[in-house]
């Protein structure tokens, strides 16, 4: 090293040492991508996954987030941000970049990057993950980086606002409108997954049920008792939940408690609906602001945690790289590997409603220009990264026992015997006592059919965590804690989006009587809260009451929703990059636009018209139709199918119309495009006029970060 010094000189060693580290990290990543996509073995050491995230990360946002950042933005700290020439102390707020960054990750964070990759496993590993990073890199963080850049220029407007502006008017409200319905879906998908969690669990509907006073209890403290102590309550909180995660034990095991505790579907469904109702209605300070504080903790220290556990315990990932069902019957969903992988990881590789927190709370609150590469490019990575850790923690369980609590019984058969014989037969060894003793070992009364995905993965990460701390005897905590942490991630996208689509809900509503369209108003909040929980709380319970367990059919229309909606970002960011003169980097929109358009149109077609009854929306309908004239629908099932076939019929139009909205709004784009390619339309940008910064170099902004 002294030699170096001597003949390069420090600054030359310097240089010489981030070359070495940026052809090392390139290459490793290479390597340990050529591992998990060529290795044939008998098994996979899950340590190859990590490394191979964690270096194409690196590379990503090194390289590619750099070359968006100079080339393609150009992106200026001289220009103030709104939070600077708006700052109103309530949603225009400086906040500092790390602050912002931990707020933002955790209002996008929601059950995609968990639920998504532990569904799409039952294609095998490889073309889930591969689609986790690569999609990340090149489409989602792009999308989320783009658009946060876009809202900024435009004083934090929404994406329906900057759609209406630059693409047209009509293909703006349009675009409101696609947003509204998306969101409803959306919504409506991710309570079903906390009730399939949730369901029959007594420890872990305790568990969450304790969250909602904790979080009372620390806004109380924090707005009363003693304004300011973040530190206090935020020690006080974690310590809270940590006691209630060990306190259902306690509760699990009282007959009488768990009574309480022990609840079916349409129950909790209807615990969940009430509860999002009170976050959207509630003060901001008083339940949703302290909750989602609080699980941005759980959120952010399980999943490295978990990374962790799986460097230490270094287990084999049991599933092959690539099952039988990508030729479409697979029991946990049904569809060919494409376009239905990428529909079911969605979030995980690049989510549409991360454009409404990249044009929402977050381009308000930004310090400068250049903090929208980390917070925007980078928080995505990190989401991505979470998606890889859930396809490592379901992938690393026994393949029988992955399918035995994904699989709904009209599958696999209602009987514990019956649905081993035919896990079996798929070439995945299963018997009836590994479920009765696996569910006895992590305190549930069953493990079988608990499809949704949420209670696999913590089955998975439970294993992992207790190889790493307390073996069996602690397989049951770490369990619960999974259960309670992914509710909580989950939950923070159901309260913050109930309460953005009650916002969504007075702002049509106003259009036709403006009082209704103040936000302040009770009787607005009430109502307009009332609407958007009624609306999800549909497809909530619709999906609850489902034979095929519900995530069969509604996973899907989560996925094509939450595409469409990445596909109308990316329509807006191509129109503007357009107006703006960036015709030579087009395509850095342009493909993963053209990409998701091309998946979720034929996604769309399939779920409304294909043949297969598992898979088609009209044909499902049919086949149940089919049934009733055959006399084969106990008289005591009739009204409840009857519901059913309407409910899937709805959900074809409910696609259909997604995709024709969409549909007109790449037509008007293309339109707008046109004009401007053939000189025969000015391109007119809706920026906000250039205001230089008064802010000093190094000003970090407010200490607390939000409003």
Known sequence: MRAAQLFFGDCGVKRLGRILIWVTVPLLGAGALEKIALDRGESLNAIWFVIAAVCCYLVAYRLYSAFLAA????????????????????????????????????????????????????????????????????????????????????????????????????????????????????????????????????????????????????????????????????????????????????????????RVFTLGGVPLAFAIIVYAFAASALPVWLLLAPRDYLSAFIKAGAIFALAAGILFVRPHVLMPPLTRFIDGSGPVFAGKIFPFCFITIACGAISGFHSLISSGTTPKMILRESHARFIGYGAMLLESFVGVMAMVAACAMTPGVYFAINSPPSIVGATPDAAAATISGWGFPLTAQTMSGLAHAVGEQTLWNRAGGAPSLAVGMAQIFSNTIGGERLLSIWYHFAIMFEA????????????VGRFMVQELGGRMWKPFGRTGWMPSILVSSAIIVGM??????????DPLGGINSLWPLFGISNQLLAAVALVVATTILLKMGRMRWIWVTLLPMAWLVIITMTASYQKIFDANPRIGFLAYANALIAQIAAGKIPAAKLMDTQRLIFNQRLDAAVTAVLALMVIVLIVEALVQWYGILSSRRAPVLHESPYVQTQWAAGYSGVAQGDD
């Open 488 to 499: 909580l991630f989950i939950l923070t996208v159901l309260d913050a989006g109930t309460r």
């Open 536 to 545: 999800w709380g549909y497809f909530l319970y619709q999906g609850v009451v």
């Open 71 to 258: 080339k393609l933005l150009a992106l200026d700290d001289t220009r103030a941000t709104p939070s600077e020439r708006r700052d109103d102390g309530r949603d225009f707020v400086p906040t500092n970049k790390w602050v912002l960054f931990g707020h933002h990750f955790a209002a996008i964070a929601g059950p995609g990057p968990l639920v998504g990759p532990t569904l799409a496993a039952q294609f095998g590993y490889l073309p889930g993950t591969l689609w986790l990073i690569a999609g990340a890199a090149f489409a989602g963080c792009v999308q989320d980086f783009i658009i946060l850049f876009c809202s900024i220029r435009r004083d934090g407007k929404s994406i329906g606002q900057m759609a209406r502006e630059e693409v047209s008017k009509r293909g703006g409200f349009i675009a409101q409108l696609a947003v509204l319905a998306i969101m409803v879906i959306l919504l409506g998908v991710v309570a079903l997954v906390v009730v399939n969690a949730l369901k029959s669990s007594p420890w872990a509907t305790f568990t969450l049920a304790m969250t909602i006073p904790i979080a009372l209890l620390v806004g109380v403290y924090l707005r009363f008792v003693r304004p300011g102590r973040v530190l206090e309550a935020s020690l006080m909180g974690v310590a809270l939940i940590l006691f209630v995660v060990f306190a259902g034990q306690w509760v699990a095991d009282s007959p009488s408690w768990a």
